[in-house]
């Protein structure tokens, strides 16, 4: 049986074209995550032993990815983005592959009519890795099922940023090593079950009320015109307007599906339950490779005066190790943020 807080890490230092630079024989701390619709981070701080530190000397930001490993399972991987070299200790930072998004321009102008918001994704994604990809894979676990217009100009606004904007109109991304998955919102396939005997610290259970809109207005392109809104004042909440300017879109019903898939998701005031302060207990039953950012946990707790039992999905995961050395396995903590979407919380 699988279960979280027992896992052991290696690391190893890639070149660009896999060979390997350094492995991290003396590993002393690690610690990396999973985020939904955004870029994730991992670090490595390594002591040096024999010859490693000369090969660690000649590791470099963009050069180089820092590829993880939990009980032999591979877990994270993405390109070195800082290196700071100190006595006896070498600390590697890295983000996963989707950091290149952000430094990258649309190649080619595009215009998408009516089409699935997946399919401008993925050709986002790979028009941005076109001239130099450092092997990224996309993989569409769904369609979002919302469909638009889009227009893209060659050299005109970041990929990563683009990509961003179709996240906040109906459909999710997650990285997992070098694959960009896509998949649509109201993706809710459980991977493992926690109740409070998992969370023996307990939980924080809260809503966020500054996220709540119940009327958004979505504007296109200046050369367009158009505008979108979706909403309006709503019985228990009030009124809650939103503006933004999606320059990309080029029709009013793309418009108007934008300021629809935005309202879903605030329409009420969100739940969240977070045990980013809270480490999910050795003993829970659960895989942690699995814990992927889209997916979902059931969650049964009432530790609070909010109690919940619910299918909710997992928005971000955080998996650190410490303490360890050359003969003794470190300390592992597995903790991971969950909310129930607006959708969902009534």
């Not at 979002?144 to 990929?159: D, E, K, M, N, W």
């Amino acid at each position: 049986m699988s279960v979280a807080g027992c896992g052991t890490h290696t690391a190893q230092l890639l070149d660009r074209n896999g060979a390997t630079v350094a492995a991290a024989n003396v590993l002393t701390e690690v610690e990396w995550n999973r985020v939904l619709d955004g870029t994730s981070a991992a670090r490595a701080l390594i002591q040096p032993d024999g010859d490693c530190c000369g090969r660690l000397g000649n590791v470099g930001s963009w050069r180089n990815r820092l590829v993880l490993f939990r009980d032999g399972q591979y877990v994270w991987d993405g390109p070195v983005t800082s290196v700071t070299w100190s006595l006896g200790e070498v600390e590697i930072l890295a983000e996963d592959i989707s950091v290149w998004l952000g430094d990258r321009v649309p190649h080619e102008s595009k215009s998408f009519t009516n089409v699935d918001l997946s399919e401008i994704a993925q050709w986002l994604i790979d028009d941005a890795f076109a001239p130099d990809d450092p092997g990224h894979k996309v993989k569409v676990i769904g369609k979002a099922g919302i469909s638009g217009s889009r227009s893209y100009t060659a050299g005109v606004g970041q990929s990563g940023d683009h990509l961003d904007q179709l996240a906040e109109a109906g459909i999710d991304y997650t990285v997992i090593g070098s694959t960009v998955l896509l998949l649509p919102e109201t993706h809710l396939v459980s991977v493992g079950r926690l109740s409070d005997a998992d969370l023996p610290d307990g939980l924080e259970v809260s809503d966020d009320g500054k996220a709540l809109v119940t009327r958004w207005i979505v504007e296109g392109s200046d050369d367009s015109g158009v505008i979108g809104s979706d909403g309006g004042v709503d019985p228990v909440y009030g009124l809650h307007e939103r503006y933004v300017q999606m320059t990309e879109i080029t029709d009013t019903a793309s418009a108007v599906e934008a300021a629809k898939a935005r309202r879903r998701t605030s329409a009420q005031v969100p739940v969240f339950i977070d045990t980013q302060q809270v480490t999910i207990s050795p003993l829970a039953a659960i895989d942690v490779p699995n814990l992927v950012p889209g997916w979902a946990l059931d969650i049964t707790s009432s530790s609070t005066c909010r109690k919940v039992t619910q299918r909710l999905k997992i928005t971000g995961v955080k998996v650190t190790e410490t303490g360890g050395d050359e003969t003794t396995p470190g300390t592992e903590s597995v903790q991971v943020q969950v909310a129930a979407a607006a959708t969902e919380v009534a």
